[in-house]
């Protein structure tokens, strides 16, 4: 009888050695930043030898160019259905992050706040991934900026959800926190008045700003 084609395919020694220097690299970046991480601490955690690091690696920024590497699904989330698109969204980050504090999303972040190398990368990848695609769903004035709003509040809920772990997020129902937020997220990627008219909009345009008296007092 046939192997069934179906079936997972066993992996190969050196998938398997690559998997745990992934694993152990993305521990290692998330406990100390990118930084202060070294090839053979990540060597120590993954339990092989540093040559085998720098052999399916090279070097320190190769490896974690690799292990905080994912793929956004965003066109395959999307749907004609706005609200249902802005569940799929926010509910596959949620739930991601929820199923593993170490995915490459949270690790990249993580260092983003320490690193300006990997804080590149975060602001390459997001806008490559979530806000070009987001855009071209968006039939709207202000297409990038509300798809970059809505990637901003969605990272900002996990990270509060999961990095910080903010009691009142951390603490809610995932279908609690869909409910609230969905609405908002909706709001921006496809506002229940579509496209607005120039003239209209210099005419609703609100006054000047002016500073609200909690406004900090500059120095002198």
Not at 144 to 150: E, G, K, N, Q, V
Request: charge should be positive; glycine fraction near 4%.
């Amino acid at each position: 009888m046939s192997r069934d084609e179906t079936a997972p395919r066993p992996e190969r020694k050196g998938e398997r050695t690559k998997r745990r220097i992934l694993e152990a690299a993305r521990a290692v970046f998330a406990e100390v930043g990118y930084e202060r991480a070294t090839i053979r601490a990540i060597a120590v955690a993954a339990e092989v030898d540093k040559s085998s690091v720098i052999q399916y690696f090279g070097t320190k920024k190769e490896l974690f160019r690799a292990a905080v590497h994912w793929t956004i699904p965003m066109r395959r989330n999307t749907t004609d259905d706005p609200a249902q698109s802005v569940d799929n969204y926010l509910r596959g980050m949620l739930r991601s992050w929820a199923a593993d504090p170490n995915s490459p999303m949270a690790v990249l972040l993580r260092a983003s706040m320490t690193s300006d190398e990997a804080a590149g990368i975060l602001r390459d990848h997001i806008t490559a991934e979530a806000v070009d695609s987001m855009t071209a769903t968006i039939r709207a004035d202000d297409a990038r900026l509300r798809a970059a709003l809505a990637s901003a509040m969605m990272m900002g809920i996990a990270a509060q959800r999961y990095l910080l772990r903010m009691p009142d997020l951390a603490g809610a129902d995932l279908d609690d926190v869909l409910r609230l937020a969905g609405p908002a997220l909706q709001a921006l990627i496809a506002p229940p008045d579509g496209p607005c008219d120039p003239a209209s909009a210099t005419a609703a345009r609100p006054p000047a700003r002016r500073e609200p008296p909690w406004a900090p007092t500059p120095a002198r």
